[in-house]
Structure formats: C-alpha cells, structure tokens
C-alpha cells in the first residue's frame, strides 16, 4: 500500500497538526518530541491521515451496501459498485462534515508504516514511495 504525495502546495498541516496525526497513528511510538517535524514530516503526517480517511470512507460505503443483502451474488455486485461509486461518495457532504477513520483501519496503517517513522526518529531517511 503505498500513501498519496503531495506537492508542497498541497501540504496543510501545521507541524502541531502533524505531531497529533503522528501520535493518532503511532502512540509512544511516535517520538514526536524527539525529531524536527519539517516539511516532510508532515507530508507523511498528512499522507497517512489521507489514507486513513480515504480506506474508510471506501469500507463505509461497501458496508453500507453488504448490509443491504445477504445474498451472496448481491454482496458481491454491491461491493463491486461501491468501488466504482466511491469517487461520488468521496465528494458527499456527509463524508466532508464528518469523516470518520475506522479503528481497523487506523490500525492496519500503523501496523504497515511504524517501522518506516521509527527508522526515520533514530536518524534514517524517512521515506514512503
């Protein structure tokens, strides 16, 4: 799973933000009072909240239709469609007034990146490609 890129622009996250983004996603681990949180620091930091958000708004929408039906057969032309729709759900309201960010999916994007930010806090490069 590779994270989304942003341009410098497109960066918005204050380093305070990208310090609580880091301790959402990593805990202690994070060790954000130990390291300079710079521009690329909080690229990851944005980049992760992206995923997260991006993830579960997918898992809701798909959710929502497999409770539609215990069919089989339907479950998975649901799901199909919840792929297809889900760049029409990204741009609801409701997704842009109150995204959430599921825990499995919190968990599983800390599970995958923890290793890359604590190679990155005792003095490696911090990538993500």
């Known amino acids: 799973m590779g994270l989304r890129r942003f341009s410098e622009s497109e960066i918005t996250l204050s380093e305070?933000?990208?310090?609580?983004?880091?301790?959402?996603?990593?805990g202690g681990n994070a060790h954000?009072?130990?390291?300079?949180?710079g521009l690329q620091q909080r690229e990851f930091a944005q980049s992760l909240l992206?995923?997260?958000?991006?993830?579960?708004?997918?898992?809701?929408?798909a959710m929502a239709f497999m409770r539609a039906?215990?069919?089989?057969?339907?479950?998975?032309?649901?799901?199909?469609l919840a792929k297809e729709a889900w760049t029409q759900f990204k741009n609801s309201d409701d997704f842009k007034k109150d995204p959430k960010i599921y825990?499995?999916?919190?968990?599983e994007i800390a599970r995958r990146w923890t290793t890359k930010w604590l190679y990155f806090v005792h003095g490696g490069e911090l990538e993500w490609d």
Do not use: C, D, H
């Open 69 to 80: 039906s215990m069919n089989p057969t339907l479950k998975n032309i649901m799901t199909k």
């Open 50 to 61: 992206y995923e997260a958000l991006r993830r579960s708004s997918e898992w809701g929408f």
């Open 32 to 37: 954000v009072n130990q390291v300079s949180i």
């Open 16 to 26: 305070e933000e990208a310090k609580q983004a880091l301790v959402f996603f990593f």
């Open 103 to 107: 825990t499995k999916v919190k968990e």
